[in-house]
């Protein structure tokens, strides 16, 4: 069950990262990325304060899939990546949570940059 409450809490949170981009896109000019930093920084505050709730008051297990792991993952992804590095931290693990906070940024530029050259060598051989 804790899969299916995942999914249907990552349907909405996916649902509600949309609603919120789109609508910032419409009323913030620019060319900067307002919605993504606004959603990720929103589901980073919220889920560090449902996870701190969730620490010291009893919730059942499946709610706590759904809402964290399910309606935040889906909203933004980068609020799961701060909260295991705050949890790192937490645990004494800063070796680890560098890792984890530099691996992520530099890495994850990285491969978009590598995944782009890889399409575009791809389609330049497809289309020829």
């Given at each position: 069950?804790?899969?299916?409450y995942a999914i249907i809490g990552g349907g909405i949170g996916s649902g509600l990262r949309f609603l919120m ?88 530029l990285v491969l978009v940059v590598a995944g782009a050259m890889l399409s575009k060598e791809m389609l330049s051989?497809?289309?020829?």
């Open positions: 069950m804790p899969l299916v981009t789109d609508w910032t896109h419409k009323h913030v000019a620019g060319v900067f990325p307002w919605g993504t930093l606004w959603v990720n920084l929103i589901g980073s505050f919220v889920i560090g304060v449902l996870w701190e709730i969730s620490e010291r008051v009893s919730v059942a297990p499946d709610l706590r899939v759904f809402v964290l792991v399910g309606i935040l993952g889906g909203f933004t992804t980068f609020s799961s990546y701060a909260l295991e590095s705050i949890t790192l931290l937490r645990a004494g693990e800063t070796g680890y949570a560098l890792i984890n906070i530099i691996a992520t940024n530099m890495l994850g051989w497809a289309l020829k």
